[in-house]
């Protein structure tokens, strides 16, 4: 079995996998070089240079399990992704893209920013012959609960989140940073479920210019400006000392890019337009 | 591997001369058969199906057929010599998503288009 962390239920496994075996009587073994024919084909058809070495143990983000769950379940005939409300246009194709730990995460220690960088780019990045339709940044979040301690009190405390695109870093005591405010979502801390920030524009500029990407910054008021003394933990921006690495894996901060690799063939029109069609 | 069994879905099937019917067969394409299941995350392979059988004439409706394949037909019955009968093929296809991993570990969702057959009919 797979050395992934995912465990699909029976149901998510197409039935076939099982009645074919079950059904069919043990198959001759195809000799080393016609498995590594249709091998080769196969790589080809699913749009591969060559098989990818998997890499220890990775965890399949939830969104991608419920989205592949919906996609696999769906009676509808489509490649396009059944995400209603996002505009992910045409695109065919969902990465999730981790943040990419370094030196710097040390120089922000204020708990209500952060800046999280992705490497989308570079090798294993969105393909340059990839077209980036969509981009969203996923944050969890921890829901607090109200514990009758007035100075605690989480009332109606919510949190203003902010995401920057850093066009050009800050130089400690020399100059500021110049960032631009690409998204921003107002949330209720009693409520848990993950905020989704559209990072389309910033996104586009890596791809474009990948040395000028510097990372999103992500920085947090309370917007009545009376938040409880751990709201900032509200938003798991960051690994929490007592936390183990699996579990923050499944709550850390990811990247979601939806492109269109092109491979769809557009369907052509049925009909020519009324507006095209000659005078009889 | 499709394979021809003797059940009594596939008996349904077979015409009086024993030819059998241009009809959708089972294909399962396994990715653990050329290794890939450590690199795969979901599905562990998916039924791809393919299109086997006779186009005759006269071609019932549920044979998909198209006004051109009836008169290819029609034709081959009056001189099979000078023309093929129509042929068994997909008419509806499916596309199937994959969940994988990439060489940095990335995870990665993506759907293609016409992987699987729906229907098959004589064109």
Redesign the interface.
Known sequence: PPAHALELDAEDVPDAATTAAAATPPRPRPSPEVLQTVEKNLLSLFGFNKRPKPVGNVVIPEAMVRLYKQQTGMDLDTASLPLPGRLTRSANTVRSFPHKASGVDATFRRPDRFRLMFDVAGQGGVPREERLEAAELQLSRSALHQDGDEDNDVGDVRLRVQVHDIVRPGVRGVRGPITRLVDQRVVDVRQGEDVRLDVLPAVHRWIEDPAGNHGLLISMAASNGSSRADAHRHVRLRRHAEEDEHAWKHVQPLLFTYTDDGRIPKRPARSTPRSKRAHQ | ?G?H?GSHHHRKHKRKNGTENCRRH?L???FA???????????????AYYCHGDCPFPMADHLNSTNHAIVQTLMHSVNPGAVPKACCVPT??????????????????????DMAV?GCGCR
């Open positions: 591997g394979h069994n089972p399962y394409v396994d058969d050329v290794g890939w299941n450590d690199w795969i995350v979901a599905p562990p392979g998916y039924e509806q296809l499916t596309s199937i998503s994959m969940l994988y991993t990439d060489e940095e570990g990335k995870v990665v969702l993506k759907n293609y288009q729906i």
